[in-house]
């Protein structure tokens, strides 16, 4: 094609009109993909933690026979939890009653689990109580304790439960229990690696609640199965007239300090509340403070809600706490 001047004007201006489309369309993506960034930065990130219902939280209802054990799973789920953590105690009695309590506990075991798959709720641990003292300085005592709690350690492998929370009862004596502890605690934790099952020691009172000392026994056992998992209370070391329970705290350990302690060994978390104000906050218990201590840990497991008070029902109670560790979670998380 022979180009004049005015084929040469008429492209000209046709170049001209696409740079400028071309430059229009650059800078609205310019303007789209800066929005997008704007808008993905302004979403509100979740708690750093995944939440898990504690089964004591309805103890009450389970005691009281309104609830029955068995519908742990669907109860949490309607409560809008990811996983569950049962308590032994609750079909311990069943199991021991029955004519042949290894059937039995087999029949419990897979009820369970075929409610856990059903309602789409993990099973987080187990916690066990009633088994004995881990923790004996005698050593026939601490040995059948270890045994007893093996069965536990196999329930929670079939239920694809990651640990079950034991007790470190046996002695007052600091030394001695410190002692006694490392030994039922290493042999449970040696039969519970062979399971893929982890070994938890809560803060549940007298020298388990001290946490230094605790932290102690963790690291002389030195296995990674074997961890701790720190309770926001159960913190009292004495109460009055010697009692283990159902009396009041005369000694506590240092809360705030103890969780501190606690928390580099910490495969599982518990969170413990009383009372809430109108504000929904624990009245008790500095919830910011102590998730800053869990998030400041590295920690991105599973929290237990764990309600024990007396002014809301287990349901009121269980709701609050949980609004309330995903309000302080995710500010943590968003900062």
Known sequence: MKITSTNFFSISLMFLLFLGISSCKDQKSQKESTATT?????????????????????????????????????????????????????????????EN?????????????????????????????????????????????????KKWVDAANYLGAESIRVNLFGTDEPEEWKTAATKGLKALSEYAAEKNVNILVENHGYLSSNAALLVEVIEDVNMENCGTLPDFGNFCLKRKGGERWDASCVEEYP?????????????????????????????????????????????????????????????????????????????????
């Not at 979740?46 to 519908?71: C, H, R, T, V, Y």
């Not at 187990?126 to 007893?148: T, Y």
């Not at 309600?307 to 349901?315: K, R, T, V």
């Open 38 to 98: 704007e808008a993905s930065s302004e979403v509100t990130k979740e708690p750093f933690f995944k939440l898990s219902l504690a089964q004591w939280s309805l103890n009450k209802p389970i005691f009281a026979g309104d609830l029955d054990p068995m519908d742990f799973a669907e109860k949490a789920n309607e409560l809008g939890f990811e996983g569950i953590e049962y308590v032994s105690s609750f079909y311990a009695q069943k199991i021991k009653d029955a």
């Open 101 to 149: 309590p290894e059937e039995a506990l087999q029949q419990v075991l897979d009820t369970l689990k075929v409610k856990s798959e059903e309602f789409n709720v993990e099973n987080v641990l187990i916690m066990v109580d009633g088994e004995g003292e881990l923790a004996s300085p005698d050593q026939n005592e601490r040995e059948k304790a270890v045994e007893n709690h």
């Open 255 to 335: 809360k705030y300090q103890g969780i501190e302690e606690m928390m580099p060994h910490a495969l599982a978390v518990s969170a413990k509340s009383y009372d809430f104000n109108e504000q929904g906050e624990e009245t008790t218990l500095d919830y910011e403070r102590i998730l800053k201590t869990v998030y400041d840990a590295g920690y991105t497991g599973f929290i237990g809600v764990e309600y024990e008070g007396q002014n809301l029902s287990p349901e009121e109670g269980i709701k609050a706490t949980k609004e309330l560790l995903i309000e302080v979670g995710s500010k943590l998380n968003n900062q």
